[in-house]
């Protein structure tokens, strides 16, 4: 079983940036591929980006490229996601997701967060 805690959230105005972390309990976090999904209010949830376990691999939604930056730091077991020149349809519950690989992080994620509510204002 893997608690992941995200944190990170709050308001911020149009063109500014937030640094999201999810915090995972195991020790085994280095095992798992992690992903960053968001869901807006009345929205499905969508996913946003995902990193291999090394960090090798990462992927991108085509909304968020070239703006948002995901990385890892597998001696703290924690994912981020920075993102920058934030729009107001970046706002959206953010969750973080464990899986065993980035290519069924999207169809198969093991475990979510509780999600971190991100606003960003015009």
């Known amino acids: 079983q893997v608690q992941l805690v995200e944190s990170g959230g709050g308001l911020v105005q149009a063109g500014g940036s937030l640094r999201l972390s999810c915090a995972a309990s195991s020790g085994t976090f280095r095992a798992y591929a992690m992903g960053w999904f968001r869901q807006a209010s009345g929205t499905e949830r969508e996913f946003v980006s995902a990193i291999s376990r090394y960090g090798v691999t990462t992927n991108y939604a085509d909304s968020v490229k070239g703006r948002f930056t995901i990385s890892r730091n597998n001696g703290k077991n924690t994912v981020y996601l920075q993102m920058n020149s934030l729009k107001p349809e970046d706002t959206a519950v953010y969750y973080c997701?464990?899986?065993?690989?980035?290519?069924?992080?999207?169809?198969?994620?093991?475990?979510w967060g509780q999600g971190t509510q991100v606003t960003v204002s015009s």
């Open positions: 997701a464990a899986a065993q690989n980035v290519a069924v992080i999207t169809t198969a994620p093991a475990y």
